[in-house]
């Protein structure tokens, strides 16, 4: 593909899916055209400059392609009246409004509480981020044909259950919204950290959830929840660049002048707005904490203390070993590292916190800094031993090193 | 599209007794959600079932039908009851199927019915 191709071809295939399925009603065939008019695009546009409108003439060639389909499939069944009837229903020239409503027609259908919760995600990636196969199945670690097989199934399924293309009406919408921020979180995720390759982030994966997280937040202006989702993945992204060079970079070793500030605006906004409707959840409060880091200009002036609150009142939301551990370094920072400690060694006796990589490192690093050095250096072994993340064991790997033991 | 709701009790969790308020409630809470679906052109058929006692089991083997006492052995949960339902996707039979009140004492399992090519 060329690159020019390929940068359109980012942006535009969840939009001409969504439209095309709206029209069609059908998501396999929907995928199918939009796939054909991309090939289209990536022969004729090799030799020639782009249409002054790419993302229209995709759509058009994709709706053009699902057409011919349904033309030749109801010609075979007799059914030709109703395939017409679709097709004068066709508006040649979607509004930016409307294409915006049939993602978000689709977003709701991919993460329907009826599917599978995995292959939410998956279909997420595939339909909306326009994703392959091959590298939703790299994510997930499991073969193509599995991953595929999971696509098809679910596919299936939105077709036979009669899972709608719709967006919910208002008072369905308290009771799903939360499985769709859910998978747009772990899309970011996914992008941030990178659990397989050799990148560090994905920042491909990270702008998508923006995108998807900033229509989501156009849908339901007054839901906090979604504000904060949408608040806190900017706030976190905006670090993207910090993060991640050639290895991991920890948040205290950042060079913050490179913190995109225009993101932390946003972010910061965002928030804002969130508060003032004065019902925290999950979401803001990960937002919140992000904020605190965004704000400090210095390492040295995080105020940590307000950090660790935070991490408790989302301890409650979310007792789990991750969020306290998160709690545990605030709490050395904020108090000295043998408070952290004491909270981290009670979630070691936790068997599902003992098995987390994380809390491991964590410990190593407040062990280290309590100068008792050989049991830092059986902490950073442990972590290492439950098969941490290509750039995370390079960065234990360094520290274990320096240790000397 | 038709969809048959099963009303499937869940082991562990007691409905309410009969002769008890809770249970003439349980009752009224029927009729009013079947009159409602009733009234939008959405129920198709509903009707509760006899326990799973009354229940017997037919095979049909080498052409010989053979009968057996009692319900279908693997079916772990009993099945309470049933309703048809006409609606025009997933979510509106979900919606439903909420107003059924097995719903708050058990599980509903919502599931299609096939479309036969020559009826569609």
């Known amino acids: 593909m060329t690159s020019q191709a390929e940068i359109v071809f980012r942006r535009e295939w969840g939009r001409a899916v969504a439209v095309v399925t709206r029209l069609t009603g059908d998501l396999g065939l929907a995928e199918d055209a939009v796939q054909e008019a991309f090939a289209s695009a990536v022969g004729r546009w090799a030799s020639a400059p782009l249409p002054s409108d790419p993302s229209g003439w995709l759509i058009t060639v994709a709706k053009n392609h699902a057409m011919d389909r349904l033309r030749r499939e109801a010609r075979r069944s007799g059914k030709e009246q109703a395939a017409m009837l679709m097709l004068s229903q066709c508006d040649p020239d979607p509004p930016p409004g409307r294409i915006a409503d049939d993602q978000l027609r689709l977003i709701f259908a991919c993460c329907h509480p009826a599917l599978d919760p995995g292959t939410r995600v998956a279909l997420t990636l595939r339909t909306l981020c326009g994703l392959s196969t091959a ?76 995108r998807l997280a900033r229509l989501l ?17 900017l706030l976190t992204d905006a670090r993207r660049c910090a993060r991640a060079g050639d290895r991991l970079v920890l948040l205290a070793e ?23 409707l004065r019902r925290p959840g999950p979401y803001q409060l990960q937002a919140a904490i992000a904020a605190c880091h965004a704000a400090a200009a210095e390492p040295s002036t995080t105020d940590w203390a307000e950090i660790a609150a935070l991490y408790a009142a989302l301890a409650r939301h979310e007792p789990s070993p991750v969020v306290h ?41 407040l062990l280290r800094r309590l100068g008792r050095t050989a049991e830092a250096g059986d902490a950073y072994r442990a972590a290492l031993a439950l098969d941490p993340p290509p750039a995370e064991r390079e960065f234990l790997s360094g520290r274990l090193a320096e240790l000397d033991c | 599209m038709r969809y048959l709701c099963l009303l499937i009790g869940e082991p562990g969790i007691e409905g309410p007794v009969p002769g008890t308020p809770e249970f003439a409630q349980m009752l ?65 039979a979900l919606r439903r199927a909420a107003t059924i009140p097995a719903a708050r004492y058990g599980a509903i399992e919502v599931r299609p019915l096939m479309v036969m090519p020559d009826r569609a």
């Not at chain 1, 202006?221 to 993945?233: H, I, K």
């Not at chain 1, 605030?330 to 994380?358: F, N």
């Not at chain 2, 052409?63 to 025009?88: H, M, N, S, W």
């Open chain 1, 254 to 276: 950042q060079d913050r002048s490179s913190w995109d500030h225009v993101k932390i605006d946003e972010g910061t906004r965002v928030l804002d707005r969130a508060a003032r």
């Open chain 1, 135 to 210: 590298e939703i199945a790299r994510l997930f670690l499991v073969s193509e044909a599995t991953l595929a097989q999971r696509l098809v199934r679910a596919k299936r399924k939105i077709r036979a259950a009669g899972i709608p293309f719709r967006i919910p009406a208002d008072d369905e919408l308290p009771g799903r919204i939360g499985g769709v921020l859910r998978v747009v979180y772990l899309v970011f995720t996914e992008g941030h950290q990178a659990s397989t390759g050799s990148r560090v982030v994905r920042g491909e994966l990270c702008d998508e959830a923006v």
């Open chain 1, 325 to 365: 551990a998160n709690r545990a370094v605030a709490v050395a920072m904020a108090e000295g590292p043998a408070a952290g400690l004491a909270i981290l060694d009670e979630l070691r006796e936790d068997s599902q916190g003992g098995r987390w990589h994380l809390l491991h490192a964590c410990r190593a690093d």
């Open chain 2, 28 to 92: 009224s809470d029927y009729e009013s959600a079947t009159r409602a679906m009733a009234a939008d052109g959405a129920l198709v058929d509903s009707g509760p079932l006899q326990p799973p006692s009354s229940a017997a089991t037919l095979r049909v083997r080498d052409g010989r039908p053979v009968v057996t006492d009692g319900p279908f052995a693997e079916l772990k949960e009993q099945i309470g009851g049933y309703y048809v339902l006409e609606c025009a996707d997933l979510d509106e």
């Open chain 1, 217 to 233: 937040a156009g849908l339901c202006p007054e839901d906090p929840e979604v504000l904060g989702l949408l608040a806190l993945l």
